[in-house]
């Protein structure tokens, strides 16, 4: 059974509006690095479409971009993509599937069949399958930055605290921290 390791970028007062976060060649390293590893990738329909409406242009071609972009917008494409969402059934980008019905059931199952882990991208997907105890790691990057807007991290709430235990920390030169932590038993 592999990991469920949810990752994302958020600002010191917990913002996780993705345009907020430092997008620079170190960051954009780091998240390819967690990709590469990851078996599959977990979002909801919101992230899922935004992530939709604009990579595969960009592995296309369609969109002017770095060659380090435009390789990591195929790579993105090559990988599995699943996506929870109750509204919405088709996912018609490459290598994408629909996890529907019970959630618990469907992402347990993912796990079970994903010995290389999966990456959970979604702050509103994150909180619901925390609730559900099926998070084991967290690997945030912190930015040095105050928003002062939402939406912010776990904004949904938790049934109660989550005692985390630290792995790693390790600053980046632009001033992100990227914290790895596993859930405490």
Known sequence: MGLLTFTLNVTLDGCVDHQEGIADDETHALFTRLMDEAGAMLWGRVTYEMMESYWPAVARGDVEAPPALREWAVKLGAKSKYVVSSTRQDFPWTNSHHIAGDLREGVQ??????????????????????????????????HPRIAGHGPTLYQGGLPGTRRLELLSADSLRNGAVAMHYRRAR
């Not at 010995?115 to 945030?140: F, H, M, N, Q």
């Open 109 to 142: 199952k993912l796990k079970d069949a994903t010995p290389a882990g999966v990456l959970l991208c979604s702050g509103k997907l994150a909180t619901e399958l925390d609730r559900l105890d099926l998070i084991d790691e967290y690997k945030l990057l912190v």
